[in-house]
């Protein structure tokens, strides 16, 4: 599975991005996804995650701000950031695998698009 990012720029605080991932490949059921973000010098962290029952989880940093879904139709991920603070700024990079068994949900994922970049100034 290939997975491509967009939609990264650079915005003032308050503003908003809408970040697109596509996965390419062969793709027989429904993916788990994630966004995960990174900046120089510290750990990666996760942003946000939905399971093949579209069910969402959202790091408290970014809850009622940021919406991720999906278009399983598309295999797309999207993540909609609104009200935009400086601390956001990062590398964003998308996520994704096959559950495990029959869960819903991942703990783990093996493949990870090459990131786009979020910057946003005060």
């Known amino acids: 599975v290939l997975l491509v990012e967009s939609g990264g720029g650079s915005v003032q605080a308050g503003g908003s991005l809408r970040l697109s991932c596509v996965a390419f490949?062969?793709?027989?059921?429904?993916?788990?996804m994630a966004w995960f973000r990174q900046t120089p010098g510290k750990e990666r962290e996760g942003v946000a995650s939905?399971?093949?029952?579209?069910?969402?989880t959202y790091a408290d940093s970014v809850k009622g701000r940021f919406t991720i879904s999906q278009d399983n139709a598309n295999d797309t991920l999207y993540l909609q950031m609104n009200s935009l603070k400086p601390e956001d700024t990062a590398m964003y990079y998308c996520?994704?695998?096959?559950?495990?068994?029959?869960?819903?949900?991942?703990?783990?994922?093996?493949?990870w698009g090459q990131g786009t970049q979020v910057t946003v100034s005060s």
């Open positions: 939905i399971d093949t029952d579209g069910r969402t």
């Open positions: 490949g062969d793709i027989p059921s429904t993916l788990c």
């Open positions: 996520a994704a695998d096959w559950p495990l068994y029959s869960r819903t949900s991942c703990d783990r994922y093996n493949y």
